[in-house]
């Protein structure tokens, strides 16, 4: 029997209602309104914001020398917007030029990084409420606030030493990128030339105690035998936290359509980056050389920052391409669901760390019109919701349950560099 009876189909419906379980919008909702009720009922949750490095970068190390409860138009995000747009989440990231690693300074410099995070989030207790878990979040939800959580982008911070991870991980930091723009003695970097092939052995044991933890193990920026070298051996989901899909822009950055079948069968999550290089095919192509014109700028100029802008000034001006747009970031939602499932969609903006946006996506206020754009494309409810935050809440939780079950199993990794890979390097 394929139908319900009238009588008992009125019933159930009437009980599905008085539960909360959403139905299908009425076709009188405008796209705008449904748009709002998604973000009530489900946190958006951003997988990447550079506030933190965008504030060291204007010299702001006292919180107190700039009100962010006040709209500042030299940066994508304040309390301000965050809370017009209704985020619900936001990891901020801790980030520190690769640079740092030959002058040794990377896990000073982080720590700064964590404490400007921990300052920030205590700096805004009426919008910011301090996560660590998937059940903060939503509790954070419930009280109307932005669920913040810390990330960490690149290994180099850890100094090759797990117990500078585990007390990153103490610290907050829930996930950890392996690389940034250049390789890791232990992980290849997608914007390096590779020597590793992927991990090393000592970058499988990061990989492994970052599982035994609970701190999510995050894809971007790390190249693809890399990525291959962590979906085969990662006991939980992974994340790429500001990722797009590589075959809607050709970009090195982005992920390809196998990795994508990957992730999907690990569990994880490819959450979106509205950077243009990654967004638009066009641009993708025309600035090609931008991470290495910025790689070069960071090396001549690592604490000049009006002298690196005029790098990349100079190299945008030579390298002209048209805007990329907000349906663009679309379209790379679009793909990855459709080559990995809804399951596998998340939002990584990358904003305060990207030099310029999208049109339609200038600042963290305008989600609410991707969201409207999801609308406009037909996605439902149910994938609109899991895009936003509930694919990313299923990864964390699902970490956290891994993390519980090795914490029995195994102790503490004591593994070194040099023991594993060799390395003259010895770093407890």
């Not at 405008?30 to 951003?46: K, S, Y």
């Not at 940034?180 to 003695?185: E, L, V």
């Not at 092939?197 to 933890?213: I, K, Q």
């Not at 090609?288 to 945008?316: H, I, L």
Request: with cysteine.
């Amino acid at each position: 029997m394929t139908g319900v009876p009238h009588r008992h189909g009125n019933l159930i419906l009437s009980t599905l209602l008085l539960l909360g379980v959403a139905c299908s919008p009425a076709v009188s909702e405008e796209p705008q309104v449904r748009a709002r009720r998604l973000l009530a009922a489900t946190p958006l949750i951003d997988g990447h914001n550079d506030l933190p490095w965008a504030l060291h970068e204007l010299g702001i190390g006292d919180l107190a020398d700039l009100d962010l409860n006040q709209r500042q138009d030299e940066l994508m995000t304040d309390m301000v917007r965050l809370r017009a747009a209704g985020v619900g989440g936001q990891f901020w990231v801790c980030y520190v030029p690769t640079a740092a690693t030959a002058k040794g300074t990377a896990a000073w410099q982080a720590a700064r990084q964590i404490d400007l995070i921990d300052r920030l989030v205590a700096a805004y207790p009426e919008t910011l409420a301090r996560a660590q878990t998937a059940a903060e979040i939503r509790a954070a939800h419930r009280q109307g606030k932005v669920a913040s959580l810390m990330g960490m982008e690149g290994g180099h911070m850890i100094e090759n030493s797990l117990a500078i991870l585990r007390n990153n991980y103490r610290l907050g930091v829930r996930y950890m990128t392996l690389t940034h723009s250049d390789n890791t003695d232990w992980a290849d970097s997608a914007t390096d030339e590779p020597v590793h092939g992927g991990l090393t052995p000592f970058g499988e044991e990061v990989v492994r105690e970052m599982n035994r933890l609970g701190m999510l193990v995050d894809l971007s920026h790390v190249s693809d035998d890399t990525m291959r070298d962590v979906l085969r051996l990662a006991e939980a989901p992974v994340i790429f936290s500001h990722s797009s899909a590589r075959a809607v822009a050709d970009h090195v950055r982005n992920v390809p359509d196998d990795i994508l079948e990957m992730v999907r069968a690990n569990g994880g999550v490819v959450m979106v980056n509205f950077a243009p290089s990654f967004v638009s095919p066009e641009v993708a192509v025309a600035r090609r050389g931008a991470f290495a014109a910025y790689k070069d700028a960071m090396t001549r100029f690592p604490e000049d920052r009006d002298a690196r802008e005029k790098v990349m000034e100079k190299f945008y001006d030579e390298h002209p391409a048209p805007p990329a747009t907000l349906a663009q970031v679309a379209d790379h939602m679009d793909h990855i669901r459709h080559v990995a499932g809804g399951e596998t969609v998340g939002i990584g903006s990358d904003f305060d760390g990207i030099g310029d946006v999208p049109e339609g996506l200038e600042d963290v206020s305008k989600f609410p019109d991707l969201v409207v754009e999801l609308i406009n494309r037909g996605w439902s409810d149910e994938e609109i919701s899991r895009a936003l935050g509930g694919n990313l809440l299923r990864v964390l939780a699902a970490a956290e349950d891994v993390a519980a079950r090795l914490q029995i199993e195994k102790s503490p990794s004591t593994a070194t560099l040099a023991a594993l890979d060799g390395s003259p390097v010895a770093v407890p």
